[in-house]
C-alpha cells in the first residue's frame, strides 16, 4: 500500500518526503521520476509496550511513500500526462498545499478539479467501449456500462468518485479503471516556519475548503531539518522551538489511517516490533505480514490487547486474569493486539 504526495510545483513535497523518510533516500528535486521510500511510523504504544518488555531492539511499523512531480499549472500536455499516470498507481493520496505564501484553498480546488477533469476522460472513453460490448452482449459489459455511467455522471456534476455508493462488485470495477478521485485523499497544509503552532490565512483556507478530507498541517522545511538531526540534538531544537514532538509523526499515522491500515505488536526480549495490516486481517494474514511461513504453518495466535499489558503490568498478570487469549484461523486482529504466532511447518 502506497501512499503518493500529490500538489502543484513547487509546494514542499519533495521536502516533505526528506521528513518523512528521514533522509534515507537520494532525492531528485524537481525532476520528473518519483521518489519511492519509507517512513517509519511513530508509535506511542511501541514505545510502551517496549517499557514493559524491554528488548534489544523496537522497530517501528513502516509506510510506504511516493514523493510525485507536481502538476504543472497551465499547459504542458505531456509532462501532466506523465504526472497523472505516477498519481493512478498509489492507493491514496496526500495532497500538499503552499501555505506560506499561496492562499492555500484555491490550490486544494485546482487539483481537484485536475484530477475530475482527467478522470472524466477516461471515464468517456471507457464508456463507449463498454456500450460496444454490452450490446455485443459480453458478460460482465452491462455491469460496467452501469459503473461508468453512474461515474460520468458524477464528473459532470464536479463530484469525486468516492462520494458515490458502490457495492462490492462496482468497487472492484472502479479499480481496475484506476480513477484518481476514487482514491481516499487528505491535505497537508505546509505553513511557513513562522505560523507553526499559530497556524496561517491559507491553513484556514485549506480547512474551509477540506469537507471530509482530513487536514494536518506541518511546516515542511523545519520537519526536514529535524529529521536530519541526530536524537540528542532532535530533543534540543524541539525544545528551543517550543514543540514537544516533530509534526511528522502525527501526518504518518494520518496516511496510515488514509491507507486503511492498522496495527499489531509482536513482543519479546530480543525485539518489539510494530507491523501494519489492512483494517480487518485475518489472524494468518496477519502472520503473513511477518513471514509467509508464519501464514503457510498458522496453527494458531496466542494474543492479548496492549492495554491489558499497560493495565496488567506482565504477560503471567494477563494471562492469570484470564486475557491471554487462542484465537484461530477466523480471527480478525484488532488494533493494538499483541501477538505470539504458532506455526508448523
Ligand atoms: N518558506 C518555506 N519554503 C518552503 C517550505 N516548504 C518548501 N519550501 C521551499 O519550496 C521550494 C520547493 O520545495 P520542494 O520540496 O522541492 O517542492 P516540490 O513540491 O517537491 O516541487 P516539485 O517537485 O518541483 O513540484 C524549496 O525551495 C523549499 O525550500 C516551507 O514550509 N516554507
Ligand atoms: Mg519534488
Known sequence: MECGLIGMQGVGKTTLFQALTAHAVPVQAGGMKPNLGIAPMPDARLERIAEFIPPEKVIPATVQIVDIPGVPSGGGASSLNQVLAHIRSVDALAQVVNCWNGDGGSEVESMRAELILADLVVAEGAIDRARRAARGGEADAKLRLAVLEQTVALLEDEQPVRSGKWAEAE?????????????????????????????????????????????????????????????????????????????????????????????????GEKEVRAWSIPHGASAPEAAGAIHSDLQRGFIRAECYHCDDLFELGDEKAIKEAGKLRSEGKGYSMQDGDVVHFLFNV
Open 171 to 267: 468497487a472492484a470495477v472502479l479499480k481496475s479503471y484506476g480513477f484518481m478521485t476514487a482514491k481516499p485523499v487528505m491535505l497537508v497544509a505546509n505553513v511557513d516556519e513562522e505560523d507553526v503552532g499559530s497556524g496561517s490565512a491559507a491553513a484556514a483556507s485549506v480547512q474551509k475548503v477540506a469537507g471530509s478530507e482530513p487536514v494536518v498541517t506541518v511546516c515542511a522545511t523545519i520537519e526536514s531539518e529535524i529529521a536530519e538531526l541526530d536524537e540528542s540534538d532532535r530533543a534540543d531544537m524541539l525544545a528551543s522551538m517550543g514543540i514537544e514532538r516533530p509534526a511528522i509523526g502525527v501526518l504518518a499515522a494520518a496516511i496510515n489511517e488514509l491507507l486503511g491500515l492498522s496495527t499489531f505488536y509482536t513482543a
